[in-house]
């Protein structure tokens, strides 16, 4: 079992950051990969940044450059700095544990319950 909890959303305004935090408790070594996705109003889910056990990091071509994922282990922590937020960053953010094999990230059952990041003036 694992347990994901997102925190850190909010509403802020076009060119502000914000950084995500999600709480990692339980078998979470199981897994080779975190991962952040999130899902704008209307929209399909997409995935946003992975980072892997080793450190790889990988990230949607609409936040390269401005996002930054990055994970504390001794704390079970993983963040999503997210800076120069557009409006189109708008969406709901869900931090979750998953598989990164070689061309793709997979993300298993566990999702947190997300958080809301509101980009708007």
């Known amino acids: 079992q694992v347990q994901l909890v997102e925190s850190g959303g909010g509403l802020v305004q076009p060119g502000g950051s914000l950084r995500l935090s999600c709480a990692a408790s339980?078998?979470?070594?199981?897994?080779?990969?975190m991962g952040w996705y999130r899902q704008p109003p209307g929209k399909e889910r997409e995935l946003v940044a992975v980072i892997t056990l080793g450190g790889t990091v990988n990230y949607a071509d609409s936040v390269k450059g401005r996002f930054t994922i990055s994970r504390d282990f001794a704390k079970h922590m993983v963040y999503l700095q997210m800076n120069s937020l557009k409006a189109e960053d708008t969406a709901v953010y869900y931090c979750t544990a998953g598989t990164q094999g070689r061309t793709s990230y997979r993300p298993s059952d566990y999702w947190g319950q997300g958080t809301q990041v509101t980009v708007s003036s």
């Open positions: 339980g078998s979470i070594f199981s897994f080779n990969a």
